[in-house]
């Protein structure tokens, strides 16, 4: 798993802007005005999670012209990124201070790197863990082995 923080989270956006627009992005801005989600708000303060994906959580400034970011938008990039991953995107925006809206923005990024081995292949580990004389491994293998054919 890899976790991303805010300033990660808006290099790769950024960055992925830049590829998919064909423009450099100036700037990047937490936005403050939730109109659909203040619904959402618990003691001034917004969490936005992967399913919120409408919602707007950022402005992009560009040169002549400031285009929103969607929650749905800023997984894209991640996704592109780090293919074949799983995201848990979340934002929170904190409007307790009068002054200005504080903002952050966490991703965990999970792969599913798991491979899975028929007993044909589990057989073949279990004759190298033996030839190794690896105990340990050969005892995992026998038991994942003995999982499968059951």
């Known amino acids: 798993m ?12 950024k960055k992925q ?3 998919i627009f064909k423009m450099e992005p100036l700037e990047l801005r937490f936005v403050n005005d939730f109109q659909g989600e203040k619904n959402l708000l618990v003691d001034d303060k ?4 992967n399913r919120h994906y409408w919602a707007k959580v950022m402005d992009c400034v560009f ?3 400031v285009r929103p970011v969607l929650m749905c938008e800023v997984l894209y990039f991640l996704r592109n990124e780090y293919l074949e991953s799983e ?3 979340k934002f929170s925006f904190d409007f307790s201070s009068s002054d200005h809206v504080e903002a952050a923005a966490v991703a965990e990024v999970n792969f599913n790197d798991q491979t899975e081995l028929g007993p044909n292949e589990i057989a073949e580990l279990i004759d190298f863990a033996l030839a190794l004389q690896d105990k ?7 038991k994942k082995y ?3 054919t059951a």
């Open 2 to 13: 890899i976790r991303l923080e805010t300033n990660d989270i808006v290099s790769i956006a």
């Open 17 to 19: 802007i830049a590829s």
């Open 46 to 49: 917004l969490h936005l999670t």
């Open 63 to 65: 040169e002549n012209q």
């Open 87 to 89: 995201i848990d995107l």
């Open 136 to 142: 340990q491994w050969f005892e995992e293998l026998t």
């Open 146 to 148: 003995k999982e499968l």
